[in-house]
Nanobody, 119 residues
Framework: QVQLVESGGGLVQPGGSLRLSCAAS????????MGWYRQAPGKQRELVAR???????NYADSVKDRFTISGDNAKKMVYLQMNSLKSEDTAVYYC?????????????WGQGTQVTVSS
C-alpha cells in the first residue's frame, strides 16, 4: 500500500504564505510525477502544480509566479511554496503521486489539507 501524508495547511491572511509538504511511503515503484491538486467547495478538483521525475514542472495559470513546486524523489517528498495567497486559493489541497512498473502506472492521493485564505 502507498500512503501520502500532507502537512502545512492552515489559515492565512491574504498576501501571506504557506508551505505544504507531502511525504510518500509504502510500495512505490518508479516515480513518474508528483504534484498538488485542489478542490474548492462546489468546484471540481483541479491541477495546481506538477513535477515529473525529470524535473519538468507545470502550473495552473492562476498560480504561476506565486506558487513553486519542489521535491526530492529519493526522499519521496514534494513541497508547494505558496506566496501572495488570495481568497480564491482557499481549498483542500491534495498530494498526488504517479508511479509504476512498466507497463502499469499507478496513481495515489493524499487525504488533503485545508488551506483557508481570509482576513
Amino acid at each position: 500500500q502507498v500512503q501520502l501524508v500532507e502537512s502545512g495547511g492552515g489559515l492565512v491572511q491574504p498576501g501571506g504564505s504557506l508551505r505544504l509538504s507531502c511525504a510518500a511511503s509504502g510500495s512505490i515503484f518508479s516515480i513518474y510525477a508528483m504534484g498538488w491538486y485542489r478542490q474548492a467547495p462546489g468546484k471540481q478538483r483541479e491541477l495546481v502544480a506538477r513535477m515529473t521525475s525529470g524535473g519538468s514542472t507545470n502550473y495552473a495559470d492562476s498560480v504561476k509566479d506565486r506558487f513553486t513546486i519542489s521535491g526530492d524523489n529519493a526522499k519521496k517528498m514534494v513541497y508547494l511554496q505558496m506566496n501572495s495567497l488570495k481568497s480564491e486559493d482557499t481549498a483542500v489541497y491534495y498530494c498526488n503521486l504517479v508511479h509504476g512498473r512498466f507497463p502499469t502506472p499507478y496513481e495515489n492521493w493524499g487525504q488533503g489539507t485545508q488551506v483557508t485564505v481570509s482576513s
